[in-house]
């Protein structure tokens, strides 16, 4: 995917998640982009690992950077103890708007990022993307249990519990990405 293309897709994301009520901090942008690239296999290019809050890429972290230096991208300063929230700029919305027909093709995706993070604080998100991530990189596990109880070793401030209830609505997730997936083949 070319730059600006890939740009177009980012800005298209940050606004729909805006739509639909989304914080659009860098965590929610994070697992957002982590969702549609990995989940949905939409080529953006990004690395992941997890980290503090789940799924991260520091790639696409120097990315909101660039975008906000190059003027694509502003902060929203909000009132402590809440973190800034991603806005696109004017200068963003006509990039989108002149790759709209290049990124048309990836709005189903964009759609059902967008609603599955709709009302997620960053708890949930985190317990998603790290079930997301345990689910595809760690083929080895067998069994539901067998995730739970190795994402709750790796982040023991997520019970047993929660890691379960996250795994078992990642493996309803995914059923419903598949025909996405699938549709775009």
Known sequence: MKRLEHN??????????RDKGSWCGETHLQKAVYFLQDLLKVDLGYD??????????FDFRDKLTGLRADNFLELEVQTPPYGP???????????????????????DKIDFVAGLFEGKKVEELERLGTALFITLEYEEFDSTEERAKFIHEIKPHVSYEKAEEALLKIDEIRKEAKKLV???I
Do not use: C, M, Q
């Open 8 to 17: 177009a897709v980012l800005f298209s994301l940050i606004d729909k998640l």
């Open 48 to 57: 992941f690992i997890i980290y503090k809050h789940g799924p991260f890429s």
């Open 85 to 107: 929230r991603f806005n696109t700029t004017a200068f963003a919305k006509k990039t989108h708007k002149r790759f709209e027909e290049n990124t048309a093709k990836f709005s």
């Open 182 to 184: 699938s549709k775009a």
